[in-house]
């Protein structure tokens, strides 16, 4: 496991050295300007989002903000797609506050270190390849579903300061603004959405969403304009983290309280890190990466639990204003990390001048650029039962989080698939001059469509020679072999002769060995089936 770990992380450092000279070559000034701006841009909308989430968790504001700054700049080094942007999330946050009100903030810090551990593990076993069996309505209701929250997660900003809490959509209790507060607030946030909307056709000279920024907040300083601050949240003055190993006990009854909390949390951060990489990478058109961005977020995870941070994964909000902003490269998440530990250290006062609204509006337009509005035209189009997991996996991840929709999703899909296809297996049958009955077995054969098989045949009726051809067929599984078996000992009760024919290599053998006569085709498929099973006393079993 440790030879592996270092040849992992020594490829990985070696893809990094030749993409950076790569980078070198073509870094002009005009591209490193566009980078640092979109960093800049990120970095100013990750402040509230960090902050809002550390109260989620029920973690102090600088918690928040040292995971976003360390998981964001260690996988912008080391991440699998260039122009992610990592940093504390929600989806994280709502499973910690469990965790922390019950043992505290120093049992989160172990949690985290573990759950790096764990996806550092699942990285080096290249288990990120799997996200490939996300099917495309997954990917449709994820996002979906994603800008619904990310909606909803803005309404909090619309509330009295210092009447909301946090939860974990944005929104708990807490009064509504009414009257000319609203006015502002709602002006301000269109302004700013206009701004983004416009610049791109007057300059590209400056990222959009930043020139928003800017501009409302300026207006805003200038005129005086009470609406609510990003000061308003908390104060997110602080200095470097540190260095910090957890204070907790180390015994086995810590494992234990530790363990289950690490596992979902490294499982939900690299669902969502792994569909995020897919889909910066349909924007980018770059592909590849996944088992490294394991590695990175657990690497980035780890270090995070060490330096008092709340630990964090991809943040798919922010990595669409990344993209959208121009940032393309590396060069743009270093930016933003680097961004916002000197907004922490030495520019909050800055920082916290700057009004909510228009971060509200810049989130609003990553709402709009985020939803799949092809979905809603194609619903009536694609298959019922791709339009309804669209609508499933959308609603899931409103009500609950993002990571049990995409499981709902793909196990919905999965189930659908397999009946699909249970319900295909059919055969055509006509009798040889001989006097023999042929059945061409048609659809594959596995263990949704094993009884549906063993129902195709008629050992009481049928002549004395039955020959079974499987070219048409798949054998896919233990089931499908047990369904053969007890089709063909059917038949021999019967007293009667039965055939065989063009079976895979692994049936042949196993049913041979089961005393059942196969005939030997030059055209006989050469695939495996997915287990490989032992025979014991003439029958079939899954021994070994």
Known sequence: MARSLLATFGDALNLKTQALKSQAVDLSPALLKTEILSGLTVALALVPEAVAFSFVAGVHPLVGLYAAFIVGLITALIGGRPGMISGATGALAVVMVSLVSRHGVEYLFATVVLMGLIQIFAGVMRWGKFIRLVPHPVMLGFVNGLAIVIFLAQMTQFKVPGTAEVGAHGMS???????????????????????????????????????????????????????????????????????????????????????????????????????????????????????????????????????????????????????????????????????????????????????????????????????????????????????????????????????????????????????????????????????AKVYQVQGPLFFGSADGFTELFDPEDDPETVIVDFEGSRVADQSALSAIETMAARYESAGKRLQLRHLSRDCHYLLTKAGQLVIDSDDDPDYEIATDYGVRTGQLSSGH
């Open 173 to 435: 209790g807490g009064d509504w603004m009414t009257g000319l507060p609203l006015i502002l607030m709602l002006g301000l946030v269109a302004l700013t959405m206009a701004i983004i909307y416009a610049m791109p056709k007057l300059t590209n000279a400056i990222p959009a969403p930043l020139a928003g920024i800017g501009i409302v907040a300026a207006i805003v300083i200038a005129f005086g304009i009470d609406v609510p601050r990003v000061g308003d949240l908390a104060s997110i003055e602080g200095g470097l983290p540190t260095f910090h190993i957890p204070m907790v006990p180390l015994t086995w009854e810590t494992f234990k309280i530790i363990l289950p909390f690490s596992m979902i949390l490294a499982a939900i951060g690299l669902i969502e890190s792994l569909l995020t990489l897919n889909l910066v990478g349909e924007i980018t058109g770059k592909r590849g990466g996944a088992s490294q961005e394991c590695v990175a977020q657990g690497v980035a995870n780890t270090v995070t639990g060490f330096f008092g941070g709340m630990g964090g994964c991809a943040m798919i909000g922010q990595s669409m204003i990344n993209v959208k902003s121009g940032g393309r490269t590396r060069i743009a998440g270093v930016a933003a990390a680097l961004f916002l530990l000197a907004f922490i250290v030495v520019a909050s006062p800055v920082i916290e001048i700057i009004p909510l609204a228009a971060l509200v509006g810049v989130m609003f337009m990553v709402v709009i650029g985020t939803f799949a509005w092809s979905s809603l035209m194609i619903l009536r189009k694609v298959p019922l039962v791709d339009a309804f997991v669209i609508i499933l996996v959308t609603v899931v991840t409103v009500m609950t989080d993002l990571a049990t929709a995409v499981v709902v999703g793909v196990i919905v899909s999965a189930l659908a698939y397999a009946w699909q296809n249970a319900t295909r297996i059919h055969a055509k049958t006509y009798t040889t001059p001989e006097g």
